[in-house]
């Protein structure tokens, strides 16, 4: 789905303005304002505001994961609901470990600006629909509460991969064992994470959760809640400085939560909700809601996150900051599109992949977009094993090369040395960097060691990989290539093979 950049962010309705240049010269004479509740209405008229009155109801979703991705994606969807006229749509924010980031966008009534730049130029909006907050590891009861509220009729997650752990399942269940005993309907709990089945695997976390005396309750949430699967797309890089200056210059106010964002966005959701009315009303928002989440899936989780952990590791290693700083490059940009087109596209059920891969190439060039390559790389343990290996396991089933994910495995082994070909060390975030560095400390001088150590490694590659012998000999080729040439020397040698 191409959704527009006039059709995310809408039109800006009409209400009474300050003029702009009395707004900037007011703002001047206090200098301690900043983005707030009480300063929405002396921002500059090219700025969407809520339309709508934040104060007069309680959330009806409850967030968990209050990240830069979700305050630019589901939160601006929820605001359009709601300046729709459909008050149910306002959000208990849950930062799952960030106190600092809850404190800052409690100081300003929850409220940032997010700006929407693209080719098709650049807007400023300021979502309104983050209504209250709360951290998860200090407020947990808070958070209980919020999930058991009459109010409340959905839950929502940005949680990452590596956050699906039992504590999640129990604070979960905690929350809908309440709204059972109380007599509440259920909700639906949406996981919006990359992770295929991501509903699926939810369902499961949280039954698992329950003893054997939460027999009712399972009942109840068998027969009363849903978890559908979803898939969710948009590229949102964490804020930098730039951005805060820019939201300072476009806004007239500091607002350090500022967020940048691509004008596209997709959610596609299963038409599976505990209340089957919210399907049209999501529809009417640009959410796709159908019952075929699976090629959508499938195809982010390959094409997109795929092609982008490649790439940010070629970039960690090469001392390059930017995804579009790499895709810039000419070898690498034909890197993607073949590894797309030649080893991704023949296992996917998305029939118009040819368009989506256009269109990311174009989007991962955004310049607007400072997509850090390390934020990217976070976490590539967790992330590998869904975007890569099906790929490769279709080419070896059907005896075609797998060249492509082979150089990217190596260049994945090479960036577990923690330094890059310009001598500059970096930080591996990962959950595993430990035992990583370990197996990768030795490969400059027993590669070949390193490389079948690592490709070992079933929680990276599955039970099939890590035993054949085609996969490990041409991974262990390229990694001696990235080695004794370099990264650029190894993807220009397979592009223009």
């Known amino acids: 789905m191409n959704v527009t950049p006039d059709l995310i962010r809408g039109p800006c309705l009409p209400q009474p303005r300050i003029p702009d240049q009395v707004q900037h010269d007011n703002l001047k004479t206090t200098p301690l304002m900043k983005l707030s509740a009480s300063t929405l209405t002396a921002l500059p008229a090219s700025v969407q505001t809520p339309a709508y009155k934040r104060k007069a109801h309680a959330p009806g979703v409850v967030h968990l994961g209050l990240g830069a991705f979700h305050r630019a994606h589901q939160a601006m969807v929820f605001d359009r609901l709601l300046t729709a006229g459909d008050t149910r749509w306002g959000i208990h924010g849950v930062g799952m470990t960030r106190p600092d980031l809850v404190e800052k966008l409690g100081a300003q009534d929850g409220l940032y600006a997010v700006r929407v730049a693209d080719g098709q130029g650049v807007t400023w909006q300021v979502p309104g629909a983050l209504w209250r907050m709360s951290v998860a590891t200090t407020e947990r009861d808070a958070v209980v509460q919020a999930i058991a509220a009459p109010t409340t009729r959905w839950v929502t997650l940005t949680v990452t991969e590596k956050g699906y752990t039992p504590a999640l399942g ?27 089945g991501n509903g699926h695997k939810l369902q499961v976390l949280v039954k698992t959760a329950a003893t054997t005396h939460d027999g009712e309750l399972l009942r109840w949430l068998e027969a009363q809640c849903a978890f559908p699967c979803s898939m969710v797309d948009r590229i949102v890089p964490a804020a930098t400085a730039e951005v805060l200056a820019a939201a300072q210059e ?219 012998t085609a996969w490990i000999t041409r991974v262990t080729h390229w990694h001696q290539q990235v080695l004794q040439y370099s990264v650029d020397a190894a993807v220009q040698q397979l592009s223009e093979a």
């Open 170 to 196: 129990q604070l979960l269940l905690d929350g809908l064992r309440l709204r059972q005993q109380a007599g509440l309907p259920g909700i639906t709990i949406a996981s919006c994470d990359n992770l295929q």
């Open 250 to 468: 476009a806004l007239g106010v500091p607002d350090q939560c500022a967020l940048s964002t691509e004008g596209f966005w997709e959610w596609v959701i299963e038409d599976r909700f505990a209340d089957p009315a919210d399907a049209a009303l999501l529809q009417s928002a640009g959410v796709r809601v159908t019952s075929d989440v699976h090629s959508y899936e499938e195809a982010k989780l390959r094409m997109l996150n795929g092609s982008h952990t490649a790439m940010a590791l070629m970039g960690a290693v090469t001392g390059r900051p930017y995804i579009a700083s790499c895709i810039g490059v000419p070898h690498i940009r034909t890197f993607v599109h073949q590894l797309m087109s030649r080893e991704v596209a023949p296992h996917l059920s998305r029939t118009d992949w040819a368009e989506y891969r256009d269109a990311l190439i174009a989007r991962f060039g955004n310049p607007y977009l400072k997509h850090s390559v390390h934020q990217i790389a976070t976490d590539s343990s967790q992330k590998i094993p869904q975007r890569w290996p099906p790929s490769v396991l279709g080419q070896i089933a059907q005896g075609a090369s797998f060249e492509h994910h082979a150089l990217a495995a190596a260049v994945f082994v090479r960036y577990t040395l923690g330094v890059d070909e310009k001598g500059q060390a970096y930080a591996l975030n990962d959950p595993q960097a430990h035992s990583l560095m370990a197996l990768g400390a030795a490969q400059r001088t027993e590669s070949e060691a390193c490389v079948r150590a690592l490709l070992t490694r079933e929680n990276l590659w599955g039970t099939s990989l890590p035993h054949n």
